[in-house]
């Protein structure tokens, strides 16, 4: 089994920065890509970005430009480095893996953790 447990989310300015990790737990050989993804009120859950196994990233079109995701094996975590924040950023931001290649895997999520960009 694996888990995700999200931390760094938080109040912030428009324009601030903020910076997301994903800590990993369990059976972490079983995981091939990750990422992150968001969902505020009202709206369904929208990719943020994502991470291959072999460390190829891919964005949503939204945060491209503003946020970088990176993947630190030595430390088992998930990072999601947020810049130009904007009040339409603000959501619930949950981490994913995905061990679906794996046989008897799945997808992974976190428990969330809440962003909030105001003044």
């Known amino acids: 089994q694996v888990q995700l447990v999200e931390s760094g989310g938080g109040l912030v300015q428009p324009g601030g920065s903020l910076r997301l990790s994903c800590t990993v737990s369990?059976?972490?050989?079983?995981?091939?890509?990750m990422g992150w993804y968001r969902q505020a009120p009202g709206k369904e859950r929208e990719l943020v970005a994502t991470?291959?196994?072999?460390?190829?990233?891919n964005y949503g079109d939204s945060v491209k430009g503003r946020f970088t995701v990176s993947r630190d094996r030595a430390k088992n975590t998930l990072n999601l480095q947020m810049n130009s924040l904007k009040p339409e950023d603000t959501a619930v931001y949950y981490c994913?893996?995905?061990?679906?290649?794996?046989?008897?895997?799945?997808?992974?999520w976190g428990q969330g953790t809440q962003v909030t960009v105001s003044s």
């Open positions: 994913n893996a995905d061990a679906s290649a794996w046989p008897g895997g799945k997808t992974h």
């Open positions: 369990g059976s972490i050989f079983t995981i091939g890509g």
């Open positions: 991470v291959s196994r072999g460390g190829s990233t």
